[in-house]
């Protein structure tokens, strides 16, 4: 995985869109893909949590190591094992299932290191936005590129759709779902033509997701 050419800000995005979905109530964290702990950071200063990260990029984890309050470096699946159960209000995975070979598994793992009624909250890009679909289906192309919806490090492709029953599907109850990053391009209009507007989805980048353990 060509992880090493991302650019320095791909490790140190603020996300505050993301924030914003986290319970002040939640007081234990983990953050899945912390990066340098940018987000972590933030999340602190927001309720003041204990905050845990799991980082793949070595130079990422040892940044994040300084502010977050325990970090494992390496995959996400070879440290599911040494969380302990029952113990975080909220897990994060903030553009991390689509680079995983099987998201699914992971979030049925995992689930057991939540809280009752503890949260997943993740971002995840939409295959379905207007730029993929013109790719596609106008242009008759599949090219990767080195960030954004055809990132070349991803595994796995998701729709609106797809992100919730995947969720549902593992048992979790979906109590956010909604678009980010909207699009203000007409073409989102012109595409829905045909479409008979149904889908309105397409002008979305990502989705965000907070899906409840019950």
Known sequence: MDYENKPDAYYSFPRPEMLELLPKTAKRVLDVGCGQGTFASQIKAYNDAEVWGIEYMPNEGEVAKKVMD?????????YINEL????FDAIYFNDVLEHLTYPDDVLK??????????????SIPNMRNFRVLKMLV????????????????HLR??????????????????IVH?????SKSLK?????????FRASDIKF???????RNV
């Open 188 to 196: 989102t209009i012109l595409y829905n033509i045909p479409l008979l």
């Open 157 to 174: 492709w998701f729709t609106k759709k797809s992100i919730r029953k995947m969720y549902e599907d593992l048992g979790y109850e979906v």
């Open 70 to 78: 325990k970090v494992f470096i390496g995959a996400v699946e070879d």
């Open 205 to 211: 980048i990502q989705f965000a997701t907070v899906a």
């Open 178 to 182: 909604k678009g980010l990053n909207p």
């Open 138 to 153: 106008w242009d008759g192309n599949w090219d990767y590129t080195d960030h954004g919806v055809m990132d070349k490090t």
């Open 84 to 87: 302990p159960d029952n113990y």
């Open 109 to 122: 793992k995992i689930k057991l290191k939540l809280v009752k009624n503890g949260h997943i909250i993740s």
